[in-house]
Nanobody, 113 residues
Framework: QVQFVESGGGLVQPGGSLRLSCAAS????????MGWYRQIPGKQREWVAT???????NYEESVKGRFTISRDNAKNTVYLQMNNLKSEDTAVYYC???????WGQGTQVTVSS
């Protein structure tokens, strides 16, 4: 099964931006839907955004207008551009393909002044 490695997280001030990357160990062309998810310690992992092979996107309500998901099938990489970050965006961010059950280590995003 294809595995994913997330990167690009860090510490950023409120209102700042980060771009997360998700590199796949194999081709993602055959994975119809790719998504980003996030988890706060002590809480369940939640969905953030998804993108289909045809580049149709969907976003969780709280990130609409601030986050943009994209995919580069040639590079087997999925991105999450996060703008106007808020403290409530602080979490570990993961990517995965629809139906995949194995998760990577994620990348920590901390929004704090």
């Amino acid at each position: 099964q294809v595995q994913f490695v997330e990167s690009g997280g860090g510490l950023v001030q409120p209102g700042g931006s980060l771009r997360l990357s998700c590199a796949a160990s194999g081709s993602i062309f055959g994975i119809y839907t790719m998504g980003w998810y996030r988890q706060i310690p002590g809480k369940q992992r939640e969905w953030v955004a998804t993108i289909t092979r045809g580049s149709t996107t969907n976003y969780e309500e709280s990130v609409k207008g601030r986050f943009t998901i994209s995919r580069d099938n040639a590079k087997n990489t999925v991105y999450l551009q996060m703008n106007n970050l808020k403290s409530e965006d602080t979490a570990v961010y993961y990517c995965n393909g629809a139906g995949f059950t194995s998760w990577g280590q994620g990348t920590q995003v901390t929004v704090s002044s």
